[in-house]
């Protein structure tokens, strides 16, 4: 229903809406010349901009309006009789937007699902399930030619119909529900969520640490109060989290639990589906739209109970929020990273307050944010001092390695420790920070590496399949018989990564399984699973892997950690280098001896006396004074506020111009410094050149207001449509 010109009512109020636009400002409309109803913010309306029609978000009225009433176009249709929005979501939205200085026609639609956005209506809160036909019924017990995993799919909904969620967690891929779709052996349903909201079973005994978590968290139902819960890794914070939630439950309030990665929701999921008869939904950039569509349905009227999600579902729409979990609160995936960058945990805390409901954030590791804050007692700090069940913390050791001859990077000493314990018939995770088999190819005679031709950064070699990669721009290209610069044949790689050490231990441990855990073996969602499935009976396996490893994944049997590059870790220039080295060896090293087999972890390093080595011996949170004490003195979080101006330009000095240009516009104040123009780090990527202005600030108050002014000025330069800038605020990065 498109209105004309001529229906134009110059009695109707104007309408102040968002729409998904970069511009970060609000665009009036009339009110439709038809509209008697209720204007209430948060409906989605549809208006004209430019020659299309767009869906925008209705955020106010006002009696008049900046644009003359001969340029003031008319609202086309109002797409909803009630917001979709509920007050606390739309109000968290706003406020993101401006916190971030994102334009607020982008944030907006956060909050809705994917079809939502594009203006059609809300989904029924229906699950998407899949079911067998009568033909594929009638198929005989053991088709012969069927491909093995359709032929596994048939067995499993032969028990009866199974969502579409449900599949994809026993690892079935869309591929092949899409084969049994197209030969018509089965068919896409419906399954209604189900009303119970019980207890399937009962929960473990708490111990005392635990049960004094969960009776403070409880106790602040209804209110906004943010609790930090630090637990030593396996000391059962999942424990606190099923039994906190259960309190909501009983109350029939809604739960969200955000997690760092889509590889860790598999294994949750299931946790909290062995432990609740109740709507238990995921959340996460691997389900389809229209999946997502109906997740969001359900979160929206109340029906899904718990919503276990990724970084964005912190915009789920929720009816009546009981709580907010954040699971390994440290973690930099909840950092968004490009476009707009906001952090999931502090949105979470935003939330908690406007949704007047408690806030649990856990780890084993507490970011220097969260325990500063818990230090200054704005948040309650929980400790769990001990693992929980049958495990015990492991004992930890250097290996001092310089001067001493590696193979594959791995001391005599690592590999008598891993040839001891495997024979033992237990397992061992060796960590490796690196994939590839090399971080480079160099040739011996005129010292040729493989740089990237589009970023500022060297290509890796891999070896399975064979080739030079760049991971930062993903190019690739086949590996050179010789030097393109002097045909030398002598070409070698340099720097270890996985592969290399892979192949090693394959070789040297021929009688034990090694498997390879990086982003290049552990594809899609599948494979964890499998892998912690494979572990589970504890025969001895030998895995090598990347960070991937680290993330708060239980296996049972580990009882050898080895770290074999400490030092790839130490010299990071950025000012979170020495908390995430400390994170990410305690975290790793929490993989081992989580059941009964004691753990050992064996940490490769060339400097011993480097004060984080040093820190490493002792408990996690013995560092973070020091720690602190180094950002107080750069006047770095959560000290000061940062800010961080970032451009992406076509060359290097259009970029430094412009935000060169930006400087000189704000002078810098007594209580907001600017630092830059420099080039990023990685100055070229993908082509791209990167520069930043960073803003240092002694307030959060004093960084927007600062980062407003900046941000105005660079709203109204005129540059090259080759040129483009955004706004970090608590940057997880500086660099
Ligand atoms: P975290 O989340 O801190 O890593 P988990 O909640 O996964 O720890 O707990 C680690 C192990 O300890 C799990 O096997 C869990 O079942 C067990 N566990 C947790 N709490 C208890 C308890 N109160 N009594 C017995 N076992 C427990
Ligand atoms: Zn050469
Ligand atoms: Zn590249």
Redesign the pocket.
């Known amino acids: 229903m498109t209105h004309h010109p001529a229906e134009k009512n110059p009695d109707q109020p104007i309408w102040r809406c968002a729409v998904p636009t970069p511009l970060r400002r609000y665009f009036d409309y009339r009110a439709p010349a038809d509209w008697h109803g209720t204007a209430l913010p948060g409906l989605r309306v549809q208006v004209p901009f430019g020659k299309r029609l767009i869906t925008g978000v209705l955020l106010s009225t006002a009696s008049e309006s900046t644009v003359s009433d001969t340029k003031l176009k008319s609202v086309s249709e109002v797409l909803d009789t009630e917001p979709l929005f509920t007050r606390p979501l739309l109000a968290l939205l706003t406020w993101a937007s401006g916190y971030y200085h994102h334009p607020v026609g982008e944030v907006l639609p956060l909050g809705l699902s994917p079809s939502e956005r594009r203006g059609r209506a809300e989904r029924g809160t229906d699950i998407a399930a899949l079911t067998l036909t009568k033909k594929g019924l009638a198929l005989p017990q053991n088709a012969p030619h069927r491909a093995p995993k359709q032929a596994a799919l048939i067995a499993m909904l032969r028990h009866g119909t199974t969502t579409l969620s449900d599949l994809t967690q026993s690892g079935f891929s869309r591929p092949v529900i899409r084969a049994l779709i197209d030969h018509r052996l089965a068919k896409e349903t419906e399954l209604s969520q189900t009303d119970r909201w019980c207890m399937r079973s009962t929960p473990?005994?708490?111990?005392s640490e635990?049960q004094s978590v969960i009776e403070k968290v409880t106790a602040d139902a209804g209110k906004f109060a943010v609790h930090l819960l630090h637990?030593?890794?396996?000391?059962?914070?999942?424990?606190?989290y099923l039994q906190t939630i259960a309190a909501c439950l009983a109350r029939r309030e809604q739960s969200l639990v955000l997690l760092p990665e889509i590889v860790l929701t598999p294994q949750t999921l299931a946790r909290f589906e062995a432990r609740f008869d109740a709507p238990v939904l995921a959340l996460h950039s691997g389900m389809g739209d229209l999946e997502r569509d109906r997740v969001w349905a359900a979160a929206r009227r109340g029906k899904a109970a718990i919503i276990l999600g990724t970084r964005s579902a912190v915009f789920a729409p929720l009816q009546h929020l009981g709580i907010i979990i954040v699971d390994e609160e440290h973690d930099a995936a909840f950092a968004q990273q490009d476009g707009f960058r906001y952090s999931a945990r502090d949105i979470a805390i935003k939330r908690g307050q406007l949704e007047h409901c408690p806030v649990l954030l856990?780890t084993?590791t507490p970011s220097l944010e969260s325990w500063y804050n818990a230090d200054k007692g704005r948040y309650h700090c929980h400790q769990?001092t001990q693992?929980?069940?049958q495990?015990t913390l492991p004992s930890q050791r250097q290996i001092d390695i310089s001067g001493l001859d590696l193979s594959a990077g791995l001391s005599a000493e690592l590999v008598e420790k891993i040839d001891s314990t495997l024979s033992a018939g237990h397992q061992v995770l060796v960590f490796l920070n690196r994939r590839g088999f090399a971080t480079a190819l160099v040739c011996h005679d005129c010292g040729w590496t493989s740089g990237c031709p589009d970023c500022d950064a060297r290509m890796t070699l891999h070896r399975t399949p064979a080739g030079l990669h760049c991971h930062h721009c993903d190019r690739r290209s086949s590996l050179p018989r010789s030097c393109p610069h002097c045909s030398s044949r002598r070409l070698a790689g340099t720097g270890i990564g996985t592969q290399q050490t892979e192949a090693f231990l394959n070789d040297r441990f021929s009688a034990f399984p090694v498997v390879r855990v990086d982003s290049d073996t552990m594809q899609g969602r599948e494979s964890m699973p499998n892998l912690i499935k494979r572990l589970s009976d504890g025969e001895p396996v030998l895995m090598i892997g990347t960070q991937m490893l680290s993330k708060?994944h239980?296996f049972?049997h580990v009882a050898l950690v080895a770290v074999v590059d400490a030092d790839a870790l130490l010299f990071s220039p950025d000012f979170r280098g020495g908390e995430r080295l400390l994170q990410l060896l305690t975290q790793v090293s929490g993989r081992a001896g989580?059941?009964e087999v004691p753990g050992e972890v064996l940490i490769q390093t060339r400097h011993p006396d480097h004060p984080l080595m040093q820190q490493l011996a002792g408990p996690y949170d013995k560092a973070l004074p020091e720690l602190l004490a180094q950002r107080q003195r750069g006047g770095l979080p959560p000290f000061g506020a940062l800010g961080v101006i970032r451009c992406d330009s076509q060359s290097r000095q259009e970029g430094l111009d412009f935000l060169e240009h930006l400087k000189r516009d704000v002078a810098s104040t007594k209580s907001c410094q600017l630092i830059g123009p420099l080039p990023a780090a990685m100055a070229r990527r993908k082509s791209r050149y990167r520069s930043q202005l960073v803003l240092t600030a002694s307030s959060r108050a004093a960084l927007a207001a600062s980062m407003a002014s900046l941000v105005n000025v660079a709203e109204s330069k005129r540059h090259s449509h080759r040129l483009s800038w955004s706004v970090d605020i608590d940057p997880y990065e500086s660099l």
């Open positions: 473990l005994p708490p111990n635990q637990g030593v890794t396996g000391s059962g914070k999942t424990e606190v856990g084993a769990l693992r929980a069940g495990g708060g239980h049972p989580r059941e």
